[in-house]
């Protein structure tokens, strides 16, 4: 929610530390990290477009809830983190058990309202504090003539790329192709300043290319229509040693995910600010390097393995039944990817837990 709104040409790196000193316990404390670090960011004289805030909204016995108490979201059957300015959304994750859409946006609209009142809250802060003048920074040179020639020259070679079809590979050796073309007017002094600029104006001509050619002739980059989906291909039981398995494969993203059962003994002990108790519904999400065909070293768990493991995690735990004995382990090893591979996740944590 809070890096949208920093400028596009403010490139200075920001660190935002929220720190959590105390909590009751009973109220959960990360609704406030969002109204805490755009707080600070209203009252610095960091170049910043908010403010924003963030809530959690509850719907206990059909009820909606603002930032409700631990107790309370145990009973939610909707359950979603909104962030927002005061006049957009900026982001909304959660989860909910098959409500209907409507319901989904009724709780937001409800978010939106709450988060309202803390943004105004803010910019009263801001005045009481007294406004600072942002600081000034380098911003990006721009060569009008340049962008409109670098557009003139590449754009319909780019359209056609784009609605061409072709894989992703030759996709991209084809868009770096015209832009190799196009600096082959200029000499090797020119490059030295105009390189840049002409890389950021190619990247616009990409994506609008990209975003045309779906809006005006309905086709995805691949060819596909915008309601089709990759082709698909399923092995289920596929390795012999775990409990279950399987291979899902979606165009060019494959998941191998395997499930093993455990007993009482294996539940993992879980003792943070938001959670404590033990855990029986484990998943890990794995992404290796290769699978994007990148030569580097893994150093530890990113923010991907993290935020994609937890999505597929909140999507499969409600498939166990509430009393099941077991300890349940499952396993997603991204083999391949090219978009949604958490969605790969989901669907081949699905049928390995059938398979076991």
Not at 252 to 277: F, H, I, P, R
Not at 280 to 294: A, I
Not at 321 to 335: G, H, W
Request: hydrophobic share 40%.
């Amino acid at each position: 929610a809070l890096r949208p709104l920093f400028p596009d040409d403010y490139h200075a790196e920001v660190f935002v530390n929220v720190i959590l000193f105390s909590t009751d316990g009973v109220d959960m404390p990360d609704a406030l990290a969002g109204l805490a670090a755009s707080a600070a960011l209203a009252v610095s004289d960091i170049p910043f477009n908010g403010p924003i805030s963030e809530v959690r909204v509850a719907r206990v016995d059909g009820e909606l809830i603002i930032n409700p108490t631990f107790e309370q979201l145990e009973r939610a059957d909707i359950e979603l983190m909104v962030g927002a300015t005061l006049d957009n959304i900026m982001m909304v994750e959660g989860e909910m058990q098959e409500v209907q859409e409507a319901e989904m946006l009724e709780a937001i609209k409800a978010a939106h309202e709450a988060i309202k009142v803390q943004c105004q809250a803010q910019l009263e802060l801001s005045e009481a504090v007294g406004k600072l003048v942002k600081r000034t920074y380098c911003h990006e040179e721009n060569d009008e003539d340049l962008r409109k020639d670098v557009h003139d020259s590449c754009y319909s070679k780019a359209y056609a790329v784009a609605i061409s079809g072709t894989d992703k590979h030759a996709r991209a050796e084809a868009f770096e192709a015209i832009v190799e073309e196009y600096k082959a007017k200029f000499t090797e002094e020119e490059l030295e300043t105009k390189a840049p600029l002409i890389a950021r104006y190619y990247h616009d001509v990409e994506k609008e290319a990209m975003r045309r050619a779906i809006l005006d002739e309905g086709k995805r980059l691949d060819g596909r229509k915008t309601t089709e989906i990759r082709p698909i291909w399923i092995e289920t039981d596929y390795l012999p040693g775990p409990h279950g398995s399987a291979v899902f494969t979606r165009g060019e993203t494959q998941s191998l995910t395997t499930v093993t059962l455990g007993t009482k003994s294996d539940e993992k002990l879980v003792d943070d600010v938001l959670n404590y108790g033990k855990e029986r519904f484990l998943l890990h999400y794995n992404f290796p390097p290769f699978s994007t065909g990148d030569a580097r070293p893994q150093r530890g768990v990113g923010r991907r393995e993290i935020g994609h493991g937890n999505l597929a995690h909140r999507a499969l735990k409600r498939m166990l039944p509430k009393d099941y004995p077991y300890v349940v382990r499952v396993v997603s090893d991204i083999l391949e990817s090219n978009g949604s591979s958490s969605m790969a996740t989901v669907c081949a944590g699905t049928l390995a837990l059938r398979d076991a």
